[in-house]
């Protein structure tokens, strides 16, 4: 667990005992600001949920606001990372469906991490206290998806990509934030109703139009399908991923 800032520390931690000392001290703080709120939290907290001395927590940290600023590097490099590996592996992916439910999963995995998590909820409630989340950073995003859907459909225009981009990065923002809240049942369902948004909305803009004949079922928008017979002279499919039967819509 590295911390890139140096000065976000009183000290950096050299030997392994003491850097395994403050990975115990960042994991608590994320798990003690995730169970009382990061204002109602304090350093006696964490140090107890930690099982260390608030001596040996003041070694390292000045005090609460210097541990989350902590979590909050943390939390960029990690998402940083991720974003890179996501946008190289792109063309990797066969179709829009297919990289949506990728981005989605990679996601969902990382935030049920306490640490991304309570630091990316606090964003949406107190975003003064942070260093280096901003507004700057969600438009170095929305660029990024921009020309990531330009790659997808070259005719695309450059306004209209950012459009589609700050559209898709708010809405996931806000139903992201909603999922994070919810216990974990709840949170699986909301995901696949995100991914079924994501792709419903996109599909019309990031495609062309030679490739929007591709068959996806309109009930999950998946591209699993198998044919199943006919009815009333039109192609029925089968979705392998909700199980139900649609029939072909002729343009």
């Known amino acids: 667990m590295a911390i890139s800032k140096p000065d976000l520390m009183r000290r950096q931690p050299k030997q392994k005992r003491s850097q395994q000392r403050v990975e115990k001290i960042l994991q608590a703080a994320a798990e003690v600001f995730a169970e009382v709120g990061y204002e109602a939290?304090?350093?006696?907290?964490?140090?107890?949920?930690?099982?260390?001395?608030?001596?040996?927590?003041?070694?390292f940290f000045p005090d609460k606001l210097a541990i989350f600023h902590a979590l909050e590097a943390i939390h960029m490099e990690r998402v940083t990372a991720i974003l890179t590996k996501l946008m190289q592996s792109a063309e990797q992916h066969q179709s829009l469906l297919e990289f949506?439910?990728?981005?989605?999963?990679?996601?969902?995995?990382?935030?049920?991490?306490?640490i991304p998590r309570v630091v990316y909820i606090q964003y949406f409630v107190a975003p003064e206290i942070f260093k280096l989340f901003d507004e700057s950073f969600n438009t170095q995003l929305i660029q990024q998806f921009a020309a990531f859907f330009r790659q997808w459909n070259p005719d695309l225009a450059v306004e209209k990509s950012e459009l589609l981009a700050e559209t898709v990065h708010r809405t996931y923002n806000a139903l992201l934030l909603n999922a994070l809240k919810q216990n974990e049942s709840k949170r699986q369902v909301l995901y696949a109703e995100l991914k079924a948004m994501l792709v419903a909305y996109l599909t019309p803009y990031t495609l062309p139009q030679q490739v929007m004949k591709v068959m996806i079922c309109p009930h999950c928008y998946s591209s699993r399908l198998s044919k199943n017979g006919h009815r009333h002279g039109k192609q029925r499919y089968l979705c392998k991923d909700c199980g139900k039967q649609f029939l072909q819509r002729l343009n």
């Open 41 to 59: 939290a304090t350093t006696h907290q964490i140090a107890a949920k930690a099982d260390t001395a608030i001596g040996s927590l003041y070694q």
């Open 100 to 114: 949506i439910e990728c981005t989605v999963d990679i996601y969902a995995k990382y935030f049920a991490d306490p």
